[in-house]
């Protein structure tokens, strides 16, 4: 028997008393007031930033922000919201990318839809988290009604399944765990099976070589071996070729290694490259292989009322990632993956007495997801499709995508820059070329790195068939030409300076001369 509770113990162990004060910052029907007030001083303090933004970001480098950040004494709180929000207008909106600008165009970052923004703000109101149906009610329909949709969008027949996902990693990693499962699945039916760990251990993931690098990473996680990733050769325009993926096929088999699921892209990181989805999906329907395909850059384009068609053959899919938070203008993060067959998410299921038991009569989102807590992120998605409706954000992808085609011209024009490849989607590959003769590729890095030092502008880089190229990501839809024009040049000033400041540098055979004369 246990001994009994020593009552003078058990007097000091009793909760602290929680001061008034301390109950008036937690958000509460008596608080509403100061939440008005709060929403209102941040909605304030960062608009009027964003309003006098002139430039893709600060100067300042990475050791000017650290000095600014490490020294602050979080122990040490200031007291008050206000004061705050004053810090953090100084530590990092006055230093933050803004990808509002049109040239911010680096990054696969968009400048979001204004009713995401108000929806976000509802979101963290009410703080629903999207697991199970005691938590959310009808946070829950919505977010199944906004996947449904999106299946019916896909093309998917009616039933289709998914599940939001804070990105597309994420989605991916998720779509090829239920393909390992089912393949996993479908070998133990066999007579004599293996054990499950030899069955994995002859599985492969078959991606074109400009997948991204996030098939690569769910290979990991899957624990499937290191060379589980067949990489299949692209055509000239960076889309993953139909006969060598046919060849891999048969190859795998007459290895005696399993197909577990080819990945097709749908708009891939540097090209934009469409895969011809309809052939892939032939060939994975012959071989009996699952097909995902990674939409989280074109899915924009299942809005768009002039290029649709260019997703021909997605509805073929078993599993299919899209990034509502890069082509359809919605906050970070906002990330779906949805499967053709509903019962495949079975693979993703548990059941726990404390949270979601299997004789639940509503829906319960845990059960078909890698998470257990989930953001209501379908929220700004649904707000902003009543408010401006999907036509209008198709609209706006597909200025984007016209704006990399006129931009591609004006490289293509210009004496002083080499166009790289023609744009798929919205991204623009270039090289500066200088006057010297030195190799643009080596300058490749000094003048994006000067480009992000100057602050007006911001351009990526990237390695396209080994050589270097500098790139534009262009997702805003506000952008003119006149805009990339001024890009461009930031560009050319950053070479010629990245130039005269090799030219200034004495040789080190003249360095060590000098050193001798001294």
């Not at 080819?262 to 989805?277: E, K, Q, S, W």
Request: hydrophobic share 45%; glycine share 4%.
């Amino acid at each position: 028997m246990p001994p009994a509770p020593d009552r003078a113990d058990s007097a000091t162990r009793r909760p602290p008393t929680v001061a008034a004060s301390a109950q008036d910052d937690l958000l509460a029907a008596a608080t509403t007031p100061q939440l008005r007030e709060a929403v209102a001083s941040a909605a304030r303090t960062s608009s009027a930033r964003l309003a006098e933004a002139g430039a893709a970001h600060s100067p300042a480098g990475f050791d000017d922000l650290a000095a600014l950040i490490n020294p602050i004494d979080l122990d040490r709180p200031l007291g008050d919201l206000d004061s705050a929000l004053g810090e953090l207008d100084e530590l990092w909106l006055r230093h933050a990318v803004w990808f509002h600008l049109p040239r911010t165009a680096a990054h696969l970052n968009c400048p979001v839809a204004v009713p995401a923004v108000a929806a976000e703000t509802m979101a963290a109101i009410v703080n629903t988290s999207v697991d199970t149906w005691d938590q959310s009610t009808s946070a829950t329909l919505i977010e199944r009604r906004l996947l449904a949709w999106t299946a019916q969008r896909i093309g998917f027949p009616d039933g289709a399944d998914g599940m939001f996902t804070p990105g597309g990693t994420t989605s991916t990693l998720q779509a090829l765990m239920l393909a390992r499962d089912e393949a996993l699945e479908r070998s133990a039916a066999t007579p004599r099976a293996d054990s499950r760990p030899v069955r994995a251990a002859r599985l492969r993931l078959l991606a074109s070589e400009q997948s991204h690098f996030s098939v690569l990473t769910a290979a990991h996680i899957l624990g499937l071996d290191d060379d589980a990733v067949v990489q299949v050769p692209v055509d000239d325009d960076g889309r993953m070729l139909p006969e060598a993926l046919e060849l891999a096929l048969v190859d795998l088999r007459a290895q005696g290694l399993e197909p577990a699921a080819v990945v097709a892209t749908a708009g891939t990181t540097d090209r934009g490259a469409i895969d011809p989805l309809e052939r892939i999906a032939r060939l994975c329907a012959e071989s009996g292989t699952w097909l995902h395909v990674d939409a989280a850059y074109g899915g924009g384009l299942l809005a768009s009322t002039t290029q649709r068609e260019r997703l021909a053959g997605i509805e073929q899919a078993d599993s299919v990632t899209i990034d509502f938070h890069k082509s359809w203008f919605q906050p970070v993060s906002c990330s779906a993956v949805i499967v053709r067959d509903p019962r495949t998410l079975r693979h993703c299921t548990h059941h726990a007495d404390y949270l979601n038991p299997a004789d639940t009569p509503e829906p319960n989102q845990v059960d078909r997801s890698l998470q257990t807590t989930r953001r209501f992120d379908a929220l700004k998605l649904w707000t902003t499709l009543r408010a401006m409706g999907p036509e209008r954000i198709g609209e706006l992808f597909d200025r984007c995508c016209a704006l990399a085609q006129e931009t591609a011209r004006e490289i293509t024009a210009d004496p002083r820059f080499e166009l790289i490849a023609q744009p798929s989607l919205s991204t623009v590959l270039f090289r500066w070329l200088p006057l010297d003769g030195s190799d643009p590729q080596a300058l490749v890095r000094p003048v994006r790195r000067r480009v992000w030092d100057d602050a007006s502008s911001t351009v990526a880089e990237t390695v396209i068939d080994g050589q270097r190229c500098l790139k534009l990501t262009l997702l805003n839809p506000a952008a003119q030409l006149s805009d990339l024009r001024a890009v461009l040049d930031d560009v050319h000033r950053a070479g010629e300076a990245v130039l005269a400041e090799r030219a200034a540098q004495p040789h080190p055979d003249m360095a060590q001369t000098a050193e001798r004369i001294r």
